[in-house]
């Protein structure tokens, strides 16, 4: 049996300007449920986390400025760890994550030992 790696999911949307109707709320954690389970169910999960909408960036100099980093018109929405025996496997179970529904990316990273 080949050994594991851990990989991270980050997942990148547009920052949203227009508050979701409880009944698309539903739905959307239905479907990251149902994403989530579907990964814990393989025994691959590791950990994920959703990314509060409020932030600080520091910078070198250590000065702060109020807010989230937008880059490409996305904010890191959240992440994911999960097992996998490669990069390809760790990408064919990100392609089932609804923020692609919802028009976001994935991008997938090996994780390093540090």
Sequence with gaps: MEKLKEFML??????????????????????????????????KLVSTHQLGFEGVQITANQSTTQGMYVANNQILAGNMV???????????????????????????REIQPM
Excluded: Y
């Design 10 to 43: 980050l997942f990148r949307m547009e920052p949203i300007n227009q508050q979701p109707t409880q009944e698309q709320l539903n739905e959307m954690h239905q479907q990251w449920g149902d994403f989530i389970a579907n990964i814990a169910m393989q025994g």
């Design 82 to 108: 999960l097992k996998a025996i490669s990069t390809n496997q760790a990408v064919n179970l990100a392609k089932k994550c609804p923020i692609l529904i919802m028009g976001g990316t994935v991008e997938v």
